[in-house]
């Protein structure tokens, strides 16, 4: 595993339990080091365009044996930092601001190696969400 195996991926987070249970974020990891993001399918509101959130910059730092952790602050205050077992591709969360924090549970999949193309071309169905407590 090399020391980013995130950079210029595209991962959809699952989370099976807490604040985000039965919710799939998708998070597009840019060559450059910054991640876009947002929530598949949910709650969408009328006359509202999908699209990905502001970028933010990431940190991920190798724990082990295909296992990472990675760490962004979204634009709305708060911070995910995920730890991601490409072996099992089981995921562990924790988001927090200044008032909360919580753990969540879950499962992510790679949906492309090609960030930019992603972004440029977003899905119908799709509103950008930061992770809430």
Known sequence: MN???????????TFEDGAMAGK???HIFDAGGTVAFRMIGGE???G???HHTPEANYE????GDDVCAVSYLSAEGY?????LDFSTKKLVAFSSNEKALSAQHGTFEEVSADAKTAVSKPRDGV????PRH
């Open 3 to 13: 020391s980013d195996p995130i950079r210029g991926k595209t991962l959809r987070f």
């Open 24 to 26: 799939t974020f998708e």
């Open 44 to 46: 969408e509101k009328p």
């Open 48 to 50: 509202k365009k999908a």
């Open 60 to 63: 991920s730092a190798r724990v």
């Open 79 to 83: 911070t995910l930092t995920a730890v």
């Open 127 to 130: 509103r950008a969400t930061a």
